[in-house]
């Protein structure tokens, strides 16, 4: 998405919103021009959010720190995966010095979205092993108690604990007719290409309601189709067949 599609498209949804949230799947912090798209979104005085793994938040913290950023979510579940176990001492190290910096103006949520995964725990204890050591606390402490507001860790830094979830694939068949679901309720998501779509894990457009590029934001969440998805979650009524694919669940 260039910087002029996202004027564009904070020109168009303003009047609709005061949050944004950098991310539908992808890593916020790779894109070569994010200085400017965050100079944009707080000139327009939206809160910013983003959704990071944070693998890049040391190269990145510059820039992060000049702006204002309300919420900083970082995915340590994702360096399960995607950090070698060598370098897991390095990455919270850089994740923890930006907190360090960053928190008396952002909120910041580490989240270990894996609860439950038994080919976790061993990774799930070195971060909790981390996480204890450096913010003082015991593993007690840190055991999911609340999956809703996290567990404080220190002034406006939150340690969240979640299942893992399987992303909608639109095969996958889980008998499901029944579901709520945050859909078109409290936010949509908006590709990289303009393409509207109901939620953040519809990252492919399979659900597609519009384009924010060609067509007017309004009457793209007021459409037949849309009305129809958020009416029918609102019933816990599941009106799509893609959404019958979805692992995520309402706690």
């Known amino acids: 998405m260039s910087v002029v599609e996202f004027q564009l498209i904070i020109n168009k949804i303003r009047p609709y919103t005061d949050y944004i949230y950098l991310h539908v799947l992808g890593e916020p912090l790779l894109h070569p021009?994010?200085?400017e798209m965050l100079t944009l979104a707080n000139a327009a005085n939206l809160y910013v959010n983003i959704t990071t793994?944070?693998?890049l938040i040391e190269r990145k913290k510059e820039i992060l720190m000049r702006h204002s950023v309300r919420q900083i979510n970082i995915s340590l579940h994702d360096a399960e995966e995607n950090i070698a176990l060598q370098n897991i001492d390095r990455y919270f190290e850089t994740i923890f010095n930006y907190a360090d910096e960053a928190a008396s103006k952002t909120y910041?949520?580490?989240?270990l979205w894996?609860?439950?995964e038994d080919k976790s725990l061993e990774f799930n204890k070195i971060?909790?092993?981390?996480i204890a050591n450096k913010f003082n606390l015991s593993v007690e402490d840190l055991k999911m108690y609340d999956t809703n507001n996290g567990i404080k860790l220190a002034d406006h830094v939150f340690l969240q604990h979640a299942p893992r979830f399987d992303w909608p694939d639109g095969e996958t068949?889980?008998?499901q007719e029944n579901k709520n679901c945050y859909a078109l309720r409290d936010h949509i998501a908006i590709l990289c290409d303009g393409t509207v779509v109901p939620c953040c894990l519809d990252a492919d457009g399979n659900i597609n309601l519009g384009n924010i590029f060609t067509e007017d934001f309004q009457e793209i969440i007021?459409?037949?189709r849309a009305l129809k998805i958020r009416t029918g979650f609102q019933n816990n009524k599941i009106t799509?067949?893609?959404c019958k694919s979805c692992g995520f669940i309402i706690q």
């Open 114 to 116: 894996n609860s439950g």
């Open 222 to 224: 007021l459409s037949d």
């Open 240 to 242: 799509e067949e893609f």
């Open 33 to 35: 021009q994010l200085d």
């Open 173 to 175: 068949s889980r008998n």
């Open 53 to 55: 793994n944070g693998a």
């Open 127 to 130: 971060c909790i092993d981390k």
């Open 108 to 111: 910041i949520n580490l989240r």
